[in-house]
């Protein structure tokens, strides 16, 4: 069996998509993780069709945790292992297959990029789970996250917490403003007891403009190549004004795209 790559690729119907700049950079996305999917031996899977269609209430990201086991099975698709990974992404067209990495266990990326906003959201969603104490240090990023047939449970807990609190969460949405789904799924992780396994950081670089990784090291004068390209594996295009993104993705594709041919 394969393992996949699944990519939430649904437009939301009731979003006004100018405030997102428009959606053409999840094509772009799809396009880069054709490329390293084929020569890595995986296969892509699009999450193009919630469970749920009220996106409002039941945003896509929670509802990729609540459907990705019977969404695979309805569309007879065999797996090993899958990674769920933000179509906010790009591999570098030489990234190693981070499968090999995980132990079968659990993996994901630690949350480095704003301390302060993780802190804010452990602190904001602690009463829904009779304040609990969640180790920051284990807390991890929900964009990039590898799992298997063994966590389908875990899902199913994410799930139903999720609806026994759903008004609760939108109130905290509204209010906490830190997500949706990150620190709930946090939360369950580490109430489960689940064998996590990080991957090394160079397979999520983010927050590109405020770690200046857009810019390259003009005093060797030898490329003008980002640091971002240079040195990461998996780049996220999150962190920034959401109207920024498409501009952004499309102008890095332009300047890399001979790569995925």
């Known amino acids: 069996m394969k ?4 990519i939430p690729a649904v437009t939301p119907k009731d979003k006004n ?6 959606w053409n950079w999840m094509d772009i996305s799809i396009n880069a993780w054709k490329f390293w999917c084929k020569k890595n ?7 193009d069709k919630p469970s749920i269609e009220d996106t409002t209430n039941f945003r896509i990201t929670v509802q ?21 990974i933000d179509a906010s992404s790009f591999p570098k067209w030489d990234c190693p297959n981070f499968f090999k990495l995980t132990n079968n266990k659990l993996t994901v990326n630690r949350e480095m990029d704003n301390l302060g906003w993780v802190y804010e959201g452990i602190q904001g969603y602690k009463h829904v789970y009779d304040n609990y104490e969640l180790d920051i240090s284990k807390y991890f990023c929900a964009s990039f996250v590898i799992f298997n047939k063994t966590h389908k449970s875990l899902f199913a ?4 917490n999720y609806i026994d609190n759903h008004e609760e969460f939108l109130r905290l949405q509204k209010t906490v403003r830190r ?14 007891n689940i064998d996590v396994t ?3 950081n160079e397979y999520r670089v983010s927050h590109l403009q405020r770690k200046d990784l857009l810019s390259y090291n003009w005093q060797l ?41």
């Not at 031996?41 to 999450?47: F, K, N, R, S």
């Not at 807990?157 to 139903?160: E, R």
């Not at 004068?221 to 499309?250: A, C, H, T």
Request: charge should be negative; charged fraction near 30%; proline fraction near 4%.
């Open 3 to 6: 393992n996949i790559v699944v």
């Open 17 to 22: 998509l100018d405030k997102f700049g428009g």
């Open 41 to 47: 031996d995986c296969e892509l899977v699009l999450y």
């Open 64 to 84: 990729r945790w609540f459907d990705i086991f019977d969404f695979l099975e309805k569309k007879k698709i065999e797996f090993d292992q899958v990674a769920m």
């Open 157 to 160: 807990k994410f799930k139903q």
């Open 179 to 192: 997500g949706t789904d990150q620190t709930p799924l946090n939360y369950i992780v580490q109430l489960n």
């Open 198 to 200: 990080p991957l090394p």
């Open 221 to 261: 004068n030898e490329s003008k190549i980002p640091f971002f390209i240079k040195y990461g594996y998996v780049w996220f295009f999150s962190g920034f004004d959401k109207r920024e993104r498409n501009e952004l993705m499309q102008v890095t594709w332009d300047l890399i795209k001979e790569h995925y041919e």
